[in-house]
């Protein structure tokens, strides 16, 4: 079956009894019962080979062919010269090893098959451990450094932090606000200080938009506060600065 063929539901086998010039035709046959919508969770893929025969010669070829379509078709970096293979080529060249009859030959290309599957373990290996020292080495140190400064920056803040207000149990309103000075004005009623907040963060959109920090509008908690605009997301986000920084955005 090739191209064009659709009976997927219930294939339980397929049975190559050719052998194509390309790798892609037989990736195409068994795409045919390898693939969603197949109501068989086990499928069977059986290829037929005759030995001492023409059969060796085109597994060759579609080994070869495959290889330099692997080297290629890779989320690697491209290398100038490809030479490594993967696991569709290592089974051409099983297979190809089968067609021969010559069992010293057969036991040749299963060496070779196996001393591949182990360069590739050997590579993968390596790519894995050049990884990690590279992270233990670079990264994972300027890392912890950066969280130790962080966690002293945050240490400095909880004691700089104005307390909420004390709220009287006596009143039905749990209003623990403080103050938020805006321009240098300071606001103690919850209610005013947020009017005049809207009415300010309204011009950032026009001018602060590309700055990263923001504008500087006032304090709070003896923190600076600073609005950015969002025109991505059509969103205003504010900016807290004591000896570190927290940021967050407004409720809409």
Known sequence: MGAG????????????????????DLSQRAGRIVRQ???????????YVTENTFDAYLF???ENKQKYISQIM???????VAEDVDEATLNYAE????????????????LDVEVSKLK?????????????????VKFYPKEIERLKERIENLKEDIKNVEPYREVDKNLKEDNK???????????I???????????????VKIYREMDKDGEKIGEYRNFDLSIKYDSFFNKYNFILKGKGEYRGEFDR
């Not at 009623?189 to 011009?203: R, T």
């Open 5 to 24: 063929t659709n009976a997927q539901d219930k294939l339980i086998a397929i049975h190559d009894l050719d052998i194509p010039w390309r790798p892609a």
């Open 37 to 47: 919508g197949n109501e068989n969770k086990e499928v069977h893929i059986f290829r």
């Open 60 to 62: 060759q070829t579609l």
């Open 74 to 80: 890779t989320s690697k970096t491209p290398v100038r």
């Open 95 to 110: 297979i190809k090893a089968l067609a021969t009859g010559n069992p010293l030959i057969k036991e040749k290309m299963d």
């Open 120 to 136: 590739m373990l050997e590579s993968n290996f390596k790519s894995n451990l050049y990884k990690l020292e590279d992270k233990v």
């Open 177 to 187: 606000f403080t103050s938020l000075i805006i321009d240098g004005k300071k606001y």
């Open 189 to 203: 009623d919850k209610k005013i200080a947020g009017e005049f907040l809207l009415n300010k963060i309204k011009g």
